[in-house]
């Protein structure tokens, strides 16, 4: 699989739904005049992913302070978010993305080289997306124990 391309900072964020944790059907387009942190992680209850949405957790209240919301995208599926929800009291919705139209959305899936063999799957990026729709800031490079920082710096 080629690299898909990453949409760029002061472009339009892809529109999208998919369902989250609850079965509910959330839509980008749900949050107009909100901003939406979108950050995409490989799998619930791994290690790093686990201390990324955690730091997300503990800096949302703050996160929310400045008007927005966040969204975790991973292919894992409702029941599977629920227990990772449920495990770390994550106060943000987890989005089912099975057929990775969301990942292909925003370049957040392709090639990976672990430890020399190479491997498909999620890339571990963030898009901060404005009220507008428009891609503000994309963190590609995650620092999963300090993300929720990271983020919250950023606004």
Do not use: W
């Not at 472009?11 to 609850?22: E, G, I």
């Not at 990976?112 to 491997?119: A, L, S, W």
């Amino acid at each position: 699989m080629d690299k898909l391309p990453v949409p760029e900072e002061g472009s339009q964020a892809p529109d999208f739904s998919a369902l989250n944790q609850n079965g509910e059907t959330v839509s980008l387009s749900d949050f107009k005049g909100k901003k939406v942190v979108l950050y995409f992680y490989p799998k619930d209850n791994t290690p790093g992913c686990t201390k990324e949405a955690c730091s997300l957790r503990d800096n949302y209240s703050e996160i929310q302070k400045r008007g927005a919301v966040v969204l975790g995208v991973s292919r894992d599926g409702e029941k599977a978010h629920q227990n990772f929800i449920e495990k770390f009291s994550l106060p943000f919705d987890l989005l089912v993305d099975k057929d990775l139209t969301v990942h292909k959305a925003y370049g957040a899936y392709g090639e990976k080289n672990m430890y020399g063999k190479i491997t498909e799957g999620a890339f571990r990026y963030t898009f901060v997306i404005d009220e507008a729709g428009i891609i503000q800031k994309v963190f590609k490079k995650v620092k999963t124990d300090s993300h929720g920082e990271e983020v919250l710096n950023y606004f």
